[in-house]
């Protein structure tokens, strides 16, 4: 098996759930699961970010007369289902099922129907950039499926190559980086960006308190709890 990596980047204005992303740069989601035949797509999708956004995509997310992967405008009948799995005010858990995959230009369906069924796929958006892994069989012609992807972006929409390889760390990030709060995940990276963790430390937890605009103890505290999800599920693993 190997995988085939790609993104899809949008302008601004051109898809109301992406310029969200946009928009709020905070905003992440990630698949935890997208499998599809030729009859049917599922999928279930992890979103971190702040209160008032996850309000926002909500309504966006959950609305059925959208297709949510098309590439192109319009057009799309498919039957869609959105359901909440979890929520509270920093992350979402969407499912959705949509049947009758083949009338529209969507990603999954043009991988499925490219590869066969058993297509496994993996997605990750944040700001302008929708990112796809597909994993398929080591003889699957990868150059077709990215020009027939091209041939149906809408105005507004670039496709650029990531690449071609072995499957690596398949889903490997989905665990500690899932339970971690948008808070707890932007203090943990700048604190490695400050050099907090490099020996000897390039900043102290007084210095990254003053970089973030935060109290030392609030900083401390944020680090602390993210530390612990990340050692846990590193044990665990």
């Known amino acids: 098996m190997r995988e085939f990596a790609f993104t899809v980047r949008y302008d601004a204005g051109v898809d109301d759930l992406m310029d969200l992303f946009i ?11 997208c499998f599809a035949t030729e009859a049917a797509m599922w999928r279930v999708d992890h ?14 997310y959950l609305d059925e007369s959208t297709c949510n992967e098309c590439l192109d405008v319009g057009g799309c009948s ?5 359901r909440v799995l979890a929520a509270d005010d920093q992350r979402r858990l969407y499912y959705t ?5 083949d009338r529209c230009h969507s990603l999954p369906y043009l991988a499925v ?3 066969g069924d058993g297509v496994l796929l993996e997605a990750e958006r944040s700001g302008r950039e929708y990112v796809w892994r597909v994993l398929m069989p080591e003889e699957t012609p990868v150059g077709e499926l990215f020009d027939r992807i091209d041939r149906k972006l809408q105005s507004g929409l670039t496709l650029e190559l990531g690449r071609v390889s072995e499957m690596t760390g398949w ?3 989905d665990g500690a980086d899932a339970t971690l709060s948008v808070t707890e995940r932007e203090t943990l990276a700048a604190a490695v960006e400050a050099g907090y963790y490099r020996t000897p430390r390039e900043a102290t937890m007084a210095e990254l308190a003053e970089s973030l605009g935060e109290p030392r103890s609030t900083v401390q505290y944020r680090l602390q709890r993210a530390e612990e999800k990340v050692i846990e599920e590193f044990v665990a693993d």
């Open 113 to 115: 129907d490219h590869v």
């Open 47 to 60: 979103v971190t970010g702040p209160a008032d956004a996850l309000e926002t995509l909500d309504g966006l």
């Open 78 to 82: 498919s039957d869609r289902e959105h």
């Open 171 to 173: 889903n490997a990030d």
């Open 97 to 101: 099922r949509r049947v009758e995959i």
């Open 23 to 33: 928009e709020e740069p905070r905003l992440r989601a990630r698949t935890r699961s």
